[in-house]
């Protein structure tokens, strides 16, 4: 778009980039090669992403290296060791790691070989939500090619480094996008987030030092691997470097999946990126990293896409996926729609979360379909300040609260619109018509 | 041992614990649902809320359950944003949680009602529709649950775990649809159905048995043991008003049985509530036996004893180790070897706490002296001798219908707690169950466990060691006499 | 995938004696490949999720209590466990589905893109209920969370196929000749 450096899409643009022969063509795996050849102490490799400040990408924003370094050190602990791949890309407006898997499964793999080369994992499983079909399939095909070509299994590549990568399957639960939940999954059970501590790096799958790093946060390593920290750094903000995979969705003339450098300013991707608000409507509410980080009104699209700056304005950078909503979009039907989601999603498992999400759902629908009480807004309220922060065992109580206090704070109007005239006052038709037909 | 304050004291906590066994060890209360001392954590209710500190972090406020002590941790369990984190758990849970208290078998030792007492504000603000699930599925024979009153803290899940070993229920649907099942409606199995409904904090779990048989303040409670094996778990006897027994519960026991007993032993109750009490003496007249004094009683027993040189004593396992002392100074005065009648295995036994020996005073009774016999040896030593002193609740029943065999020629003198109408019986003299006297048996291990009297025995049931006394006394004064 | 209602036979095994009843297990054929999806772990069940998946596929589209207890089997498992675990995962399902299974995201971004519209669509065509099964038993219509298609929205999901960026005119030319 704008001239910013790009590297993370560049071979997905190219046919047949999902295929060994046209991904080493295009450089995949020659980083492994060398870090191999080279015989690059691990514990380099887990220095350079450190300080290359890449944070993860699948909605924390923890410090990959950092992470890295939590691993044991091998001499003293001796259980097997393993990564996961977390690609059960499940936080609505999320779409960016499909991008990856479909089009460039090579890399990803490098990049798993390489994470595990660093934390010396014997194995790395890539979990992806059991909708990805196509994703599954790429990656499991590109296995399959890269253990014929020595690239995964044993001796890669001749070397004394050994890794298996396995595909596993999810069936349909985001909560399994969570570390522990995922790794519960893993291991065949339902998908409960585990309390912490212990954390993952001191036992994780199966009892075993492990850790879980999203797609995108893997993908970007051998990059970081072969340029070095100072290279990153070149890109995005100082406490956000690098670029991101920013997936536009919603009412925007171009919808797709963007690279773009942290700390751009959101205006700046609605509008040069995704062709600004569609149908030469008025921007009213955008949502910045995926449901889970709360919407913001249109006076603040000015904000700079990375971690600070959003937590500054009073959301998150989450998973970079962009939602916008125009002048004619229902902020009441949208807040009901994200709390049906966590209602759903919740594992149940949390007092608060379990029912906090239900009846949060409850109150939102009641409220969008014109049976709001007087007190909703200030039951909405209470009821996130009771499930959030960090009051549960994971995550997901926070990000179904808030979202319900981002309306709140700034869309109280509309609320209190719907409540007092009983109705939607927007009434748009697609979507009362299609209320009305569509069982909630 | 690690150093912690705790509410302003410092304490010793066990490291290899959960925060929350030292307040609890340190009488500072904390509520919990999911927690359980004697199953996995999980740390899902949320409402063991605790304030710590820990070096240089600010406070903080955890679930005590999932907290590892660490030295020179401060802890304030009464700390405000403690409280307030467990109303707010309350409010979510009272949510959904149907509003049955008036017809909950729970009620009284609810722990969703007393937590809600102590921590929970008075009024919900809910306006929406309770879920609705079944409430009343039967999950068996012992159980019967109400999935709208659960609140899925799992203990009924983890006991059949970690303690029976054999999974039997799982949390099935996720979130606010989760519920309790078994698979595919199947019932319940084993022997130790009945903790689940100990365990479960509210009326989602409850005994079949025990459905609406009695409010639970209405329960006067005694301390006692299990009578059906010689593992003698710990109970706690409770007796209604009117003197039913309405339930034995287990007792903690770090020795014997933790917090757990079989379903043999918790519905054994009704053995204690037995019809036709003999209260107070029969003797045999010429229409058969009829009541009569128990002075008088004593007397014609004191004849039967002098009339005969052959003679035998055989008890029940069910007497003390106490009244197993009084005996043993009878026989001696009556010049026999103490005997008890020994039960055959019952075949129940399993890894748990069923020892499959129907016999709750086994070791007590053979410290003594006292020898085991069968029943067809006891009847054996019956048919040989001229007369017999039968001594126990249940001696009868033990020795079973041989008796009713035996020729006219014995004479039989019973101690129990009916009356026994066979032709060999003399007289017979009422005797207190044992939830009606205090005392020990001694189980298989050797531990003694206390009985306690929780009702009174029906007007006119002497004491037993009272009983035995009067008739040594009785047999002295005629040997004086003679 | 098998028509509605009916519960797919599975070999009858012989029984040991006339006292246990006859054990239920999978098809041989599922069993020789989850001997080998098993090797990815070094815990068997782990591979219990992926199972179950062949399992749907190959059993009726659907995870039956005889299946549950066959994976049970396999699994080493009481059959309580594995329901547990299949009732959690909404990509399993309890019920028989129809022939074909219509998924429409309902999330947020496609419902921006005219996801209510789409669905009204889908259930015209294929005579199913939103939710719910087509009375021919031909069709199940799911109303599903966020799929991952929200820069190509709205979307469907047609029997674990994709289609996306969708118009009316679209729902119609791929279900249209399946109808």
């Not at chain 1, 870090?35 to 909605?59: M, N, Q």
């Not at chain 1, 990153?232 to 670029?243: C, D, F, H, I, Q």
């Not at chain 2, 054999?166 to 099942?181: F, H, T």
């Amino acid at each position: 778009m704008s001239g910013w450096p790009t590297f993370l899409l560049e071979r997905c643009k190219l046919a047949g980039s999902h295929r060994l022969d046209v991904a080493r063509a295009n450089g995949a795996y020659d980083v492994l090669a060398k870090l191999l050849k080279d015989g690059t102490p691990p514990a380099e490799v887990i220095a350079v992403v450190k300080e290359s400040g890449l944070r993860g990408r699948g909605g924390a924003g923890f410090p990959t290296g950092l992470k890295w370094s939590f691993m044991p050190d091998p001499a003293r602990d001796s259980r097997p060791r393993y990564l996961a791949v977390n690609a059960d890309e499940s936080e609505p407006g999320t779409c960016k790691d499909r991008v990856l898997m479909e089009q460039d499964p090579h890399g990803l793999l490098e990049g798993a070989l390489i994470a595990a080369y660093a934390m010396r994992a014997e194995a790395a499983y890539v979990y992806v939500r059991g909708e990805y079909r196509t994703s599954y399939d790429r990656l499991q095909a590109a296995i399959d090619e890269a253990r014929a070509a020595g690239l995964v299994g044993e001796r890669i590549l001749g070397s004394g480094f050994s890794c298996e990568i396995h595909m596993h399957k999810g069936a349909g639960a985001y909560i399994c996008g969570e570390e522990t939940g995922l790794m519960e999954s893993l291991e065949g059970k339902r998908g409960h987030p585990r309390p912490k501590p212990p954390f993952p790096a001191g036992s994780g799958l199966w009892g075993s030092p492990t850790t879980v790093n999203n797609v995108e946060s893997i993908f970007n390593v051998p990059f970081i691997v072969a340029h070095g920290a100072a290279w990153y750094r070149t890109m995005g903000s100082e406490k956000s470097p690098g670029n991101f995979l920013c997936g536009i969705s919603g009412h925007v003339e171009r919808p797709g999946v963007y690279e773009a450098p942290l700390g751009i300013s959101a205006r700046e991707l609605l509008e040069d990126f995704a062709g600004g608000v569609w149908k030469g409507r008025a921007l009213k509410a955008w949502i910045p990293g995926g449901s889970s980080t709360g919407l913001l009104p249109a006076s603040l699209i000015d904000t700079p896409m990375d971690h600070d700056s959003l937590r500054d304005a009073g959301s998150m950078f989450g998973t970079g996926a962009m939602i916008v909503l125009d002048e004619t979009a229902c902020v009441v039907r949208a807040s009901e729609i994200l709390a049906r989601f966590y209602d759903h999603e919740s594992c149940g498992q949390c007092s608060q979360c379990r029912e906090g999400t239900q009846w949060l759902h409850q109150i939102f629908a009641r409220i969008e379909r014109g049976q709001g009480m007087a007190d909703d807004i200030d039951t909405i309220e209470s009821l996130a300040r009771g499930m959030a922060p960090a009051k549960t065992i994971c995550a997901l109580s926070d990000a179904a609260a808030i979202p319900a206090l981002a309306v709140v704070r700034h869309f109280r109007a509309e609320l209190e619109a719907h409540i007092e005239q009983g109705r939607c006052p927007l009434r748009s038709a697609g979507a009362v018509a299609a209320r009305e037909g569509v069982p909630a | 041992m690690t150093r912690i304050v705790l509410n302003g004291r410092e304490v010793e906590a066990d490291p290899k614990r959960p925060l929350i066994d030292a307040c609890r060890a340190h009488g500072q209360h904390v509520p919990t649902y999911c927690y359980h001392p004697g199953l996995t954590p999980v740390g899902s209710c949320r409402i063991c809320q605790v304030e710590v500190v820990q070096g240089e972090m600010p406070a903080r406020v955890v679930v005590a359950c999932r907290t590892p002590v660490v030295e020179g941790m401060v802890v304030d369990t009464e700390a405000p944003k403690a409280h307030e984190t467990r109303r707010e758990c309350l409010e979510f849970l009272l949510k959904n949680h149907p509003l049955d208290c008036p017809i909950c078998d729970k009620a009284g030792e609810c722990d969703l009602q007393d937590f809600s007492f102590a921590e929970g504000q008075g009024e919900g603000r809910t306006h929406e529709p309770r879920r609705e699930l079944a409430k009343r599925k039967s999950l068996g024979d012992v159980i019967v649950l109400d999935q709208e009153r659960c609140i899925l803290c799992s203990r009924c899940v983890r006991f059949f775990e970690d303690v029976t070993k054999k999974p039997q229920l799982a949390v099935a649907e996720r979130g606010a649809q989760s519920i309790i099942s078994t698979f595919a409606d199947r019932p319940l199995e084993g022997n130790y159905q009945g903790n689940i409904a100990d365990l479960c904090p509210v009326g989602a779990l409850t005994l079949k048995k025990f459905r609406f048989q009695a409010r639970v303040w209405n329960l006067f409670k005694r301390a006692s043991t299990c009578a059906e094996c010689s593992r003698g778990c710990s109970t706690t006897v409770e007796v209604l008003r009117d003197g039913e027994v309405k339930r034995f519960r287990p007792r903690y026991n770090e020795r014997v049985n933790k917090w757990w007993m079989c379903d043999v032993g918790r519905f054994a109750y009704d053995g204690a509530n037995v019809p036709d009490r003999l209260a107070g003496a029969v003797v045999r007249g010429h229409s058969g036996l009829e009541h009569t004094d128990v002075a008088d009683a004593l007397d014609s027993v004191r004849d039967v004893l002098l009339a005969n040189r052959a003679r035998a004593l055989v008890v029940s396992p069910f007497v003390t180790v106490e009244e197993g002392e009084a005996l043993l100074a009878l026989a001696k005065k009556i010049e026999v070897e103490p005997v008890f009648v020994s039960p055959k295995p019952n075949g129940l036994e399993d890894d748990l706490l069923h020892t499959g020996d129907p016999c709750p005073n086994r070791r007590g009774l053979e410290q003594l002296g006292f020898r085991a016999k069968s029943a067809e040896e006891v009847l054996a030593l019956l048919g040989e001798c001229e007369c017999a002193v039968l001594v126990g609740e249940r001696v009868a029943a033990l020795i079973g219908d041989g008796l009713r065999e035996l020729p006219a020629a014995v004479r039989l003198i019973v101690l129990d707690c009916t009356a026994l109408d066979v032709p060999a019986v003399s007289v017979c003299l009422g005797l207190a169950t044992y939830v009606e006297r205090a005392g020990h048996w001694v189980n298989v291990d050797g531990l003694r466990g206390p009985l306690g009297a929780a009702r009174r025995a029906p007007d006119g049931v002497r004491d037993t060691r009272a009983l035995l006394a009067d008739i040594e006394r009785r047999l002295s004064a005629a040997e004086v006499e003679a | 995938m098998a028509a509605t209602g009916e519960t797919p036979s599975e070999p009858q095994l012989e029984p040991t004696d006339d006292q246990t009843p006859p054990a239920i297990e999978l098809p041989e054929a599922l069993r020789a490949e989850l001997d080998l999806l098993v090797r990815k772990y070094p815990d068997r069940r782990a591979a219990l999720i992926p199972a179950l998946h062949r399992c749907q596929e190959e059993l009726g589209g659907w995870i039956s209590p005889r299946t549950m207890e066959a994976c049970a089997a396999y699994f080493g498992l009481e059959p309580v466990d594995v329901y547990g675990v299949v009732s959690f995962y909404p990509m399993f399902r309890l019920r028989p589905p129809g022939e074909h299974v219509v998924g429409v995201c309902r999330n947020l971004s496609c419902d921006l893109r005219g996801a209510p519209e789409i669905v009204a669509k889908v259930c015209e065509i294929t005579g199913a209920p939103a939710g719910g099964t087509s009375p021919d038993g031909r069709f199940s219509v799911e109303l599903l969370e966020c799929q991952g298609a929200c820069a190509s929205a709205p979307m469907l999901d047609l029997d674990g196929i994709y289609h996306e960026n969708l118009s009316e005119e679209d729902v119609e030319r791929i279900l249209g000749g399946l109808a």
